[in-house]
């Protein structure tokens, strides 16, 4: 069935450096999703990336789905506090699923 | 206001009891979710539904049981049978079919078995 991986695994960044976070598919997805978890909260939804080669962004973060469509990227620049929290990615609900990755736990320290 | 809710936010079993937990949503979605997420690790399907009298197991299905008698609930039972039933619960929601289908998660039960 359809895995999705994420590295690394835990992140550990100063505040004001750049982090990135790598999803990767065993198939090709129609589209990806990332979604960000506060420590102790649920997971919120942050953009979905459909066309091969996609880049997104939203203020400090920049979203890239790949041209073979089978990885992706999220990246935030000059990270804050606020930045805190485990990134996950997930392939579409085919097979009525969703499939997560294992997520990326970004800490930053002040 | 729409959305999914969970209750309780905090539950505690004894060893040898089931337990029920709720989740409602009234963002119409036709598929419900449920996942399990143990301390520092990532979302595990339990079961999910995409109509209303049917539901599917996923991956971590052993010792948990749910209905779908609401297109709006879909409530998840944590069984005797499972044995470490410790965990953070999530339910989610989407729609069924076109482009965008982003799941919509309920802010989780805490159960701690005592």
């Known amino acids: 069935g359809q895995q999705v991986m994420q590295i690394p695994q835990y992140q550990h960044v100063q505040e004001g450096e750049d982090f990135t976070t790598y999803c990767n598919s065993s198939t090709t997805l129609s589209n990806i999703q990332w979604y960000k978890q506060r420590p102790g909260g649920h997971p919120v939804f942050l953009i979905q990336?459909?066309?091969?080669?996609e880049v997104k962004k939203q203020k400090r973060l920049t979203f890239q789905f790949g041209e073979a469509k089978k990885n992706s990227s999220l990246h935030i620049t000059a990270t804050q506090t606020t930045d805190v929290g485990t990134y996950f990615c997930?392939?579409?609900?085919?097979?009525?699923?969703?499939?997560f990755g294992p997520g990326t736990r970004l800490s930053v320290l002040p | 206001d729409g959305g999914i809710t969970q209750s309780p936010k905090y539950l505690f079993r004894k060893e040898g009891q089931n337990v029920t937990l709720s989740c409602e949503q009234n963002?119409?979605?036709?598929?419900m979710y449920w996942y399990r997420q143990d301390p520092g690790q990532g979302l595990r399907l339990i079961y999910y539904s995409q109509i209303v009298n049917d539901f599917q197991k996923g991956d971590i299905a052993e010792g948990y049981s749910v209905s779908r008698e609401k297109k709006e609930s879909f409530p998840l039972t944590v069984t005797s049978a499972q044995k470490n039933p410790t965990a953070f619960y999530l339910c989610?929601?989407?729609?069924?079919?076109?482009?965008?289908?982003?799941?919509?998660f309920g802010q989780g039960t805490r159960l701690t078995v005592v």
């Open positions: 989610a929601s989407s729609i069924v079919g076109g482009a965008y289908t982003e799941a919509f």
């Open positions: 990336l459909v066309k091969s080669g």
């Open positions: 963002l119409n979605h036709d598929a």
């Open positions: 997930a392939g579409p609900p085919g097979g009525q699923n969703f499939v």
